[in-house]
């Protein structure tokens, strides 16, 4: 973990006033500073700013040298394509597919009354009861075979858990098939 300094009043003002600029580009640099030094991690100021944690560490010990927020790029950024960069609505949707997924996982082992190790025992493959913890809380993507496997192993319906989360997860976003 990151020890994060204390703002002075002066660096407080400093990002408020950054917040409400006129240049976008500095309105999300203060926004992703201000972010960090609320206690969030990088990796979430980094997906709030859709910038990378090396960015977000660039900015914070940028703000911490000068006192300053820099101003954005004059160039306009091109048009958000479906694998773009951290912090777009298509990779906070599929964290959030990911999460969906795991919940269903959870649920329906919990509804059969196993422990993982039931789960990965009666899938055959030998997965650990660490990697399905992952997958069961979302930290983790589970590959599709693996899904297939411990979702027969738990009486599930891929299809149908695929769609429910889909639905769930991308309903937001505009451009994709229903």
Do not use: K
Request: glycine letters at 10%.
């Amino acid at each position: 973990m990151t020890l994060r300094p204390p703002l002075s009043d002066r660096q407080r003002r400093t990002l408020a006033t950054a917040v409400r600029d006129g240049d976008r580009g500095r309105r999300v640099r203060a926004a992703a500073v201000q972010h960090w030094y609320d206690g969030r991690s990088q990796a979430d100021a980094a997906a709030r700013a859709n910038v990378s944690p090396t960015t977000i560490r660039r900015w914070v010990r940028g703000f911490q040298e000068t006192g300053t927020v820099p101003e954005g790029r004059t160039h306009p950024a091109g048009p958000a394509a479906l694998h773009s960069p951290r912090g777009t609505v298509i990779a906070m949707s599929t964290r959030q597919f990911r999460v969906t997924l795991g919940a269903e996982l959870l649920a329906a082992r919990r509804l059969r009354g196993w422990s993982r190790a039931q789960v990965v025992a009666a899938g055959g493959v030998g997965y650990s009861p660490a990697i399905l913890g992952h997958w069961e809380r979302g930290s983790r993507a589970i590959p599709l075979v693996a899904f297939v496997i411990v979702g027969h192993a738990l009486g599930l319906d891929p299809g149908e858990v695929i769609r429910r989360c889909y639905d769930e997860s991308f309903a937001h976003v505009r451009g994709l098939p229903r």
